[in-house]
């Protein structure tokens, strides 16, 4: 990813001057030991699947990754034309470590691994992500999942 202090002005300028919204609670609980964890990916480097569509800018949405996915049906769309691609192309688990929770699993090291992992655009206000944040939250407790790997993008 390329560093603010690398872009020509005109770009940084606006993205510093950009707000960093706070919240009123604070979502940090505790929970079992990792090795009884059911583990989660929640991405905003704007992973889809083969076929589905890709993200727009200011996409609010997100999308689901079936926990048996494979590297090669997925497909980054993240927008931004900053956004390296390398480390995605040479290994899904630089920013999407799916078969590194898998090891870990087998391992006993965490409990399990969930079914359904999320994406979403990253490019985008959080605050505007919000109900779509939501959404996801209600999945992942449907999932019975305590413990998500957050991957900023």
Not at 25 to 48: D, F, K
Not at 81 to 97: E, H, K, W, Y
Request: proline residues 9%.
């Amino acid at each position: 990813m390329v560093r603010l202090s690398d872009l020509p002005p005109n770009e940084a300028r606006p993205l510093a001057e950009l707000p960093c919204p706070t919240f009123e609670t604070s979502p940090w609980v505790s929970g079992p030991p990792l090795r009884e964890r059911r583990v989660a990916i929640v991405s905003t480097a704007g992973l889809h699947r083969l076929g589905e569509p890709p993200f727009a800018e200011g996409a609010t949405s997100y999308r689901v990754i079936p926990g048996r996915v494979k590297a090669s049906e997925l497909i980054m769309s993240h927008i931004s034309a900053n956004f390296d691609r390398t480390g995605f192309f040479r290994d899904l688990n630089v920013l999407f470590p799916l078969d590194r929770l898998r090891e870990l699993a087998r391992e006993g090291l965490i409990g399990s691994v969930a079914e359904f992992h999320y994406s979403f655009m990253g490019a985008t206000n959080p605050l505007e992500m919000e109900s779509a944040a939501r959404q996801v939250a209600g999945l992942l407790r449907g999932d019975e999942v305590n413990a998500v790997l957050l991957l900023p993008v």
